[in-house]
């Protein structure tokens, strides 16, 4: 799974990457947990062709026929292989698809004894990544609307599954129109989906403090 990430690059570098057509500014964010706020990607058919976009949804999916978001579990994942078999996937993933940008992801390596050592996990050399997601415009009983999102896993590669055994799905940047691709006739791109290369990821412990919900910079201890 992915339940805390990083985006940690100038607003700047990251719309030059992924070419969106707004200018928002914001700051680095080293531990970004589930139900807040996140930037998404998606894209829009113009008159000029389509266009990607900027915008902020709500760190956990949810489908449009909840009654009562109180009454449903905080979806923040979906796994790839059973997208297309999932009712609450099968609308976002023909129509609603997004990137989520990221610098690094978490996960936790149980030692034994119930001990858990954090692991920060990141492009090699570092750098933005582009997980897979699906969103919704979530509308509630009394006419509010709230934009939600999830993240798309895959199995883990051959270097991260001694870590974790589910990954992100990272898109290459050569990849990321088919998956925004916003042809509602077009079948959704599965083929996407697949485990990064094995040397792709790169991996550090890091200091315990980011089981903290905090912005903090995690201290990278000792490389894996």
């Keep these: 799974m ?3 990430f990083a985006i940690t690059s100038p607003p700047e570098a990251v719309r030059a ?5 707004e200018q928002p500014n914001f700051p680095p964010r080293y531990n970004v947990a589930p139900t807040q706020p996140i930037p998404i990607i998606t894209a829009q058919r113009e008159s000029e062709g389509v266009a990607r976009h900027f915008q902020l949804a709500r760190w956990g999916f949810l489908p449009g026929f909840v009654k009562d ?3 449903f579990p905080l979806i923040i994942n979906a796994r790839a292989e059973t997208l297309a078999q999932k009712p609450s996937f099968r ?8 990137l989520v940008p990221a610098d690094a992801w978490y996960e936790w390596r149980a030692l034994g004894k119930g001990a858990k050592t954090p692991y920060l996990l990141r492009r090699r050399g570092g750098g933005p990544m582009g997980f897979a997601g699906l969103w ?10 709230i ?6 896993t895959t199995t883990a590669n051959g270097a991260t599954v001694a870590i974790h055994d589910r990954m992100p799905a990272v898109l ?26 094995d ?6 412990a890091v200091s315990l403090l980011v089981n903290r919900v905090a912005n903090d910079r995690p201290e990278i201890q000792a490389p894996a």
């Excluded at 990457?17 to 057509?21: A, G, I, P, T």
């Excluded at 990321?176 to 916003?182: H, I, Q, S, T």
């Excluded at 040397?199 to 550090?204: L, S, V």
């Design 199 to 204: 040397d792709a990821i790169e991996f550090f």
């Design 91 to 98: 609308a976002a993933l023909r129509r609603r698809r997004c």
């Design 172 to 197: 290459e940047p050569e990849d990321y129109d088919a998956w925004l691709n916003p042809d509602e006739t077009a079948p959704p791109p599965l083929r996407l989906l697949r485990p990064a290369a």
């Design 147 to 152: 934009d939600t999102v999830c993240i798309v």
């Design 17 to 21: 990457y992924f070419r969106y057509v």
């Design 69 to 71: 978001p109180k009454d």
């Design 2 to 4: 992915c339940g805390r």
């Design 136 to 145: 919704e415009t979530y509308a509630d009983p009394s006419g509010g609307e």
